[in-house]
């Protein structure tokens, strides 16, 4: 079958560094990506990865080891706009279509 | 800019009734998927399409159908709502060269 792992709440400070994990089991495997959420907002994209290493763009990076199928997305310098649900996905290769993990609530602290 | 609009942000229903929930997207994008979001749950896709006419289903697909008559609208339907069908639906595309999915604002759906 095909699942994605990811801490369901992450809290920190601002100005602070976190790092939010994901673990996926897929039977075929193309990329990874990553969506912010606000709350009542709708999800938007962060990034994506499709070979191992470091992806970055400004505050956030994204990471992918596809050995270890496993990927994790780092958040810099904290900001308190930052508090929202992040999504790791993984594209299926056989349809093409995103397999979504259940969300971590990231919560920002003054 | 990308804009996916989706006909209703907030909708009210009562059991049996049908219901259509309607998504626009303005950039030509080939693939179109509607998902729904519940708590704890995540995302998960209903159904999906990659061309006009075209559907596919996705890993919730029943009690729901799709109609994608021309390119730029992608219509949900649920035949006889029902209250496990009370939840948030959100309309995604993209283009066929992309990775990245656009979103719709959502509809939350109530059924009672």
């Known amino acids: 079958g095909q699942s994605l792992e990811q801490p369901s ?13 994901c673990t996926y089991q897929t039977s075929g495997f193309y990329g990874l990506s990553w969506y912010q959420q606000h709350d009542g907002g709708a999800p938007t994209f962060l990034s994506y990865n499709a070979l191992d290493g470091l992806e970055e763009t400004g505050r956030f990076s994204s990471f992918l080891s596809r050995s270890d199928s496993y990927g994790y997305l780092l958040l810099q310098e904290l900001q308190m706009k ?26 920002v602290q003054p | ?28 994008h080939e693939n179109m998927f509607w998902y729904r979001q519940d708590p704890g749950l995540g ?12 559907k596919e289903k996705g890993d919730i697909p029943e009690g729901y159908s799709v109609s994608r008559e021309k390119k730029e ?10 209250t496990n069908q009370t939840s948030m639906y959100l309309c995604a595309s993209s283009s066929g060269t992309s990775d990245e999915q656009y979103f719709g604002p959502g509809t939350r759906l109530t059924v009672t």
């Open chain 1, 82 to 107: 930052d508090s929202a649900s992040y999504f790791c996905a993984v594209e299926d290769g056989a349809t093409n279509k995103l397999i979504f993990g259940t969300g971590t609530l990231l919560a």
């Open chain 1, 9 to 21: 709440e992450v809290t920190a400070v601002e100005g602070a560094i976190v790092q939010i994990n």
């Open chain 2, 73 to 82: 609208r992608f219509s949900l339907i649920l035949e006889s709502a029902s």
């Open chain 2, 1 to 28: 800019d990308v804009k996916v609009t989706q006909s209703s942000r907030y909708l009210v229903k009562r059991t049996g009734e049908k219901v259509f929930l309607e998504c626009v997207q303005d950039m030509d």
């Open chain 2, 43 to 54: 995302l998960r896709l209903i159904y999906f399409s990659y061309d006009v006419k075209m």
